[in-house]
């Protein structure tokens, strides 16, 4: 008899669980299908995992804009970011088979890499790689791949020329550039590149059948989502620009239903369905503090912050047009992926929502707080153009006859960039990059301003200075409202 009421009372108890995560599943349902419409956002998808098992995974509106194909769990996005937590699963694994340490000098591995400082080319570790510990600044250099017809090997190479805005391990900056020479190790290591890599020791194995680590192989899929943004009011498509050379930093596309499986290991901290991935010991260093900065540390390839008084680990993804996230939160048991196909804060706020709902406190309204907050952003950009319309000098002409100005640029980092005529206007072609070009309209004096012609990029100011003979020497750059890119690390000097 106590026998059969102790199983009356777990069934009880089960079917309690049951019915309260059913009725935490419906209200995140309800507050996600809320959220899309207040950001007009075009196509969302969510999973999630709880003790090793799918218990939510759906698609929402559609891949395409003006389009009727749905997103369903299946649907591929641009991960972007999330590639990270890939690239040191991969390096964990050669460190379990004793291929490399984590503290080993990147230079044993690729003999030609160099930093800016010579001390911190021959300390650099694979370590500080992957910890955005580098000593460069956040974004610095991203102008080499975003778009760019640069291989990754060039823009390894090119990175040597970025100049450290801080010691060598003292300070947190986000850093894409080493990741990807974090990926040319393991190319260095096992003579197979990133990418086949992950096929072959996550998408195989976790049988993540619908994802893959290049844009070609994106490109082809029938069932993925389009990169959308919000211009004048109006939702636009992103013109497909990347290539593949930022594999390690980003590179990976996938969906809700792969990323589902993807969690499942990491919660199982690197065993899926019995078969080990990568050690329990490596996954403790890669989910282990590395890098302070504000309240939030950097693991290896995962930010990590407390919430409601559980550790969370995550990371985040954003490319033009595409925002996600994943996360854990390993005291629970769970996990979730969020992808979308327009930038806006609605990820950032289905995420802490997720989090509260899950967690067993009361959400807040967090589509409302990072819509009021993205709101501040779009009013700051105005202010900001507001701001230089009205400390312009009226009534000012260049120094000199427009053709005096036309010309091949260069800048050491970066590499060249051309100023012609075209149709009574000075125009500027960034050679490496196609899309980054545009007519430059004259602002006051030498400075002209510039409304790109790439989707993704804010209005900038280029100014020309002269020698003391009056001849054009350099432009440098402003864009103050450009999300990822440091134009002012850039000085062109004229070649001709």
Not at 29 to 40: F, K, L, P, R, T
Not at 64 to 76: M, S
Not at 141 to 149: I, R, T
Request: glycine share 6%; charged share 25%; proline share 3%.
């Amino acid at each position: 008899m106590k026998t059969r009421n102790f199983l009356l009372i777990l069934l009880f108890l089960s079917g309690h669980v049951l019915h309260a995560q059913s009725d935490k599943l419906k209200q995140l349902d309800e507050y996600i299908q809320n959220s899309m419409a207040d950001w007009e956002m075009p196509g969302f998808a969510v999973s999630i995992v709880k003790d090793d098992s799918v218990i939510f995974a759906k698609g929402y509106g559609v891949r395409e804009f003006g389009k009727d194909e749905k997103v369903d769990p299946n649907t591929l996005f641009v991960i972007a970011s999330c590639s990270k937590a890939f690239t040191t699963a991969a390096l964990a694994i050669l460190v379990d088979r004793g291929k490399i340490n984590w503290d080993d000098k990147v230079i044993d591995y690729l003999p030609d890499f160099q930093m800016y400082d010579p001390w911190v080319t021959n300390e650099i570790t694979i370590r500080d790689l992957v910890t955005h510990r580098s000593g460069l600044a956040t974004f610095s250099g991203d102008f080499l791949w975003l778009g760019s017809n640069y291989d990754r090997k060039e823009v390894i190479r090119r990175a040597r020329y970025l100049k450290p805005v801080s010691s060598s391990r003292s300070k947190y900056g986000y850093q894409n550039i080493m990741f990807i020479t974090a990926a040319e190790i393991i190319k260095a290591v096992t003579d197979t590149s990133w990418g086949d890599f992950i096929k072959k020791h996550f998408l195989v194995p976790l049988k993540m059948t619908n994802t893959n680590t290049s844009y070609e192989e994106l490109a082809a899929s029938k069932n993925k989502a389009k990169a959308h943004y919000l211009k004048d009011g109006e939702i636009k498509i992103y013109t497909d620009i990347q290539k593949d050379n930022a594999g390690g930093a980003l590179g990976v596309n996938s969906s809700v239903n792969d990323l589902a499986q993807w969690i499942r290991l990491q919660l199982n901290r690197g065993k899926i369905d019995s078969v080990v991935i990568f050690t329990e010991k490596q996954s403790k260093e890669m989910w282990s503090n590395q890098t302070a900065f504000g309240e939030m540390n950097y693991g290896l390839g995962w930010f990590i912050r407390y919430r409601n008084g559980k550790r969370m680990l995550y990371h985040g993804g954003g490319m033009p047009g595409m925002i996600s996230t994943v996360a854990l939160i390993p005291e629970e048991n769970f996990g979730f992926a969020l992808l979308s196909n327009m930038e806006t804060g609605m990820v950032s706020a289905i995420r802490d929502y997720i989090v509260d709902l899950f967690t067993s406190v009361e959400p807040k309204d967090y589509n409302k707080i990072m819509l009021e907050k993205w709101e501040e952003r779009l009013q700051k950009y105005e202010d900001e153009l507001k701001r230089r319309e009205e400390v312009r000098v009226k009534n000012t002409s260049p120094s000199l006859p427009l053709e005096k100005y036309c010309g091949k640029y260069e800048d050491k980092m970066y590499g060249e960039a051309e100023v012609s005529m075209k149709d009574g206007k000075l125009f500027l072609q960034f050679i490496p990059t196609p899309t980054f070009r545009g007519v430059l309209n004259h602002y006051h004096y030498d400075t002209f301003f510039i409304d790109w012609e790439d989707e993704f990029l804010t209005r900038g100011w280029i100014k020309f200075d002269m020698d003391f003979e009056g001849n054009v020497k350099r432009f440098t750059l402003e864009v103050p409202n450009s999300p990822d890119f440091i134009f002012t690390e850039l000085l062109f000097e004229k070649k001709n």
